[in-house]
């Protein structure tokens, strides 16, 4: 069973394209913006260094084997909307994809194909995107078979979810009540959902997980599907919330502080591993902390000491997973600016943003967090791994897509680390040296990372201010990816807007891309 939430969150536009396993930070060279709209209030640079001398590890490069463009039975081929950029969803069961996209009038669509199908079945859900780029799109199946639709379409909106009641039949798929009708503080559990996440476990167990109320004053509760029952229930009675599978307690700390953790990943060891960080508001500026927990069930929660943390809530004043006690103000940006990954030996690898230095000399500079600290540190070291001039400021939160995207998570190339990052809308690998961990190399991204021009190359002419989106299936590997590719403009965040700047109003085709190497 495979979900899109992963690769999902590996999202990001311009600069040039990169792509690896686990990760994928999708770019492409963006075009000139509008006269009215801002790129960027920052300072920041990062350069290339040993470029000249280094030599990239060898690699295959990756190829189309195939390409699909959704259309339906008539011919007709589905749109996504392009006016700005819009989290879609690839799903694969069996011999099935999935997608799910808003059309070029912002309505929720899911389209499927098997693998005997001549044409794409084309199901709109009437739910419209009404609120920036946040909104987001999932697709994922319980053991049953039964596909299952969340997406946030506007900001706080109440619960999206639709379901199947026969496998593979999209013509069933209707919306239902996922969460029983709780309240907390006179607020429907389903009535606040912002970031709705579907991941599958042990043997495909079905998780959602989603964050209620406002940043810095939210929490994050996760529930689990009983595919027997074909019902979303709380595992866990004790915790007070009729059985919250687990909760970030943002609203029970004094001050209060909201968890944005990223979607657990299973890693080479076949455990779960989560890192996460803690804002004070809405305000990027007010991230705090980065935290880790890795766990064999998804029930029970474990720092990199081997300390049970938690199996039924985090909370901020707890010390034991913290990997670096950066505090509010200090460069930490959840999403694009930290990531994880793994080593050769199957050791989790954090990488991530924050400052450095003080007042006017104070810059943003790429760490990394690796197992190896003393028993009595947290059990972690902590390493510069850049060298960069110039401040990422995190108090603009405006329009800057593409100026810094640090998502991607390292794998081990050769004797290397290799990082992928976007700097200024250029591709970057930074390369360490796998066993110390210093940098060697700060390259040009190189053909082993980059996709095929195919999926890079945009489909309309000069002067749309847009680009080419990808996000690829749960189930791709190093060697192995199914994407889809969209077009679309910027990056929106808070509120929904009328774009200044020229798109397609007939939308962007949709193409899925079988891509290997």
């Not at 890192?275 to 991230?287: E, F, H, K, V, Y």
């Not at 930490?332 to 990531?339: F, H, I, P, Q």
């Not at 290397?416 to 991204?445: F, M, N, S």
Request: charged share 20%; with cysteine.
């Amino acid at each position: 069973m495979h979900s899109t939430h992963r690769r999902r969150l590996r999202f990001a536009a311009s600069g040039t394209a990169l792509a690896i396993a686990g990760a994928a930070i999708t770019a492409i060279g963006a075009p000139a913006l509008a006269d009215d709209a801002v790129l960027s209030r920052t300072n920041l640079a990062c350069e290339y260094v040993n470029e000249g001398a280094f030599t990239n590890p060898a690699s295959t490069a990756w190829q189309v084997t195939a390409s699909d463009v959704v259309s339906d039975a008539s011919g007709r081929e589905a749109r996504a909307w392009a006016g700005y950029a819009a989290h879609q969803a690839i799903a694969e069961n069996g011999d099935a994809t999935y997608i799910g996209y808003f059309d070029e009038d912002r309505t929720l669509t899911i389209a499927k194909r098997g693998a005997n199908d001549t044409a794409w079945t084309i199901t709109p859900l009437g739910a419209k995107l009404e609120h920036d780029s946040h909104s987001n799109i999932e697709l994922a199946f319980d053991t049953n078979g039964n596909l299952h639709v969340v997406a946030r379409v506007k900001y706080s909106d109440t619960l999206r979810y639709w379901v199947t009641s026969q496998p593979g039949d999209l013509s069933t798929l209707a919306s239902a009540s996922m969460i029983p009708n709780w309240k907390d503080n006179g607020n429907s559990f389903e009535g606040w959902v912002s970031y709705p996440e579907l991941y599958t476990g042990v043997d495909g167990q079905l998780f959602f997980r989603y964050q209620h109320g406002q940043p810095g004053g939210a929490y994050t509760n996760v529930y689990q599907f009983n595919a027997a029952t074909k019902a979303w229930e709380l595992s866990n009675p004790g915790t007070g919330y009729q059985g919250l599978a687990k909760v970030w307690a943002g609203w029970y700390t004094n001050p209060s502080w909201s968890a944005y953790p990223t979607v657990p990943e299973k890693g080479p060891d076949g455990k779960y591993h989560m890192i996460w960080t803690w804002r004070a508001d809405g305000s990027p500026n007010s991230n705090s902390q980065i935290a880790y927990a890795v766990s064999d069930d998804l029930h029970v929660w474990k720092n990199v000491k081997g300390e049970v943390v938690s199996d039924a809530s985090f909370t901020y004043n707890d010390r034991r997973p913290v990997v670096d006690d950066v505090p509010k103000g200090g460069g930490v940006l959840n999403g694009t600016g930290m990531a994880l990954g793994f080593d050769a030996a199957g050791e989790p690898v954090i990488s991530y943003i924050k400052y450095v230095g003080s007042g006017a000399d104070t810059t943003t500079q790429l760490f990394t967090a690796r197992p190896g600290g003393s028993a009595s540190d947290n059990g972690w070291a902590i390493q510069q791994a850049t060298s960069w001039s110039g401040k990422y400021d995190l108090a603009e939160n405006i329009l800057d897509p593409g100026f810094l995207n640090a998502n991607a998570g390292a794998r081990q190339v050769g004797d290397y680390l290799a990082i992928p990052y976007l700097c200024q809308q250029k591709g970057h690998t930074l390369y360490l040296d796998a066993k110390t961990g210093e940098r060697v190399a700060d390259v040009p991204t190189t053909q082993d990372t980059a996709l095929p021009d195919e999926v890079t190359t945009s489909s309309f002419k000069p002067g749309n201010f847009i680009w080419p989106q990808s996000v690829r299936t749960e189930g791709s590997t190093d060697s192995s990816a199914r994407l889809l590719k969209w077009e679309a403009g910027p990056w929106i965040v808070d509120g929904d807007i009328v774009p200044k700047w020229t798109y397609p109003v007939e939308g962007s085709p949709l193409t899925v891309f079988t891509l290997s190497r």
